[in-house]
Nanobody
Framework: QVQFVESGGGLVQPGGSLRLSCAAS????????MGWYRQAPGKQRELVAG???????RYADSVKGRFTISRDNAKNTVDLQMNSLKPEDTAVYYC?????????WGQGTQVTVSA
């Protein structure tokens, strides 16, 4: 079963930027639609950005115009560029398949937006 490892989180001031990266354990990753998800304390996990195997993207309304998802199938990675960060973007960020059937969740990477 494919596994995903997230990295790149940290503490950033409002208005700042971070780039998250997700590494897949197998090259079969290239056929999966992929997504970046986040879970804030006390809230359900939500999809913030998705990308198909062909590169079509979609975004949650709350991040449109600020976040950009991309993938490199040769490197088995999917990235999330986050700009103009807001305190409400604070959450643990995860990557996984953008489909009904997902693989096991990784540990995620913490993003904290605070002055």
């Amino acid at each position: 079963q494919v596994q995903f490892v997230e990295s790149g989180g940290g503490l950033v001031q409002p208005g700042g930027s971070l780039r998250l990266s997700c590494a897949a354990s197998t090259s079969i990753f290239k056929v999966y639609p992929m997504g970046w998800y986040r879970q804030a304390p006390g809230k359900q996990r939500e999809l913030v950005a998705g990308i198909t195997s062909g590169g079509s993207t979609r975004y949650a309304d709350s991040v449109k115009g600020r976040f950009t998802i991309s993938r490199d199938n040769a490197k088995n990675t999917v990235d999330l560029q986050m700009n103009s960060l807001k305190p409400e973007d604070t959450a643990v960020y995860y990557c996984n398949k953008d489909s009904m059937i997902k693989t096991a969740w990784g540990q995620g990477t913490q993003v904290t937006v605070s002055a």
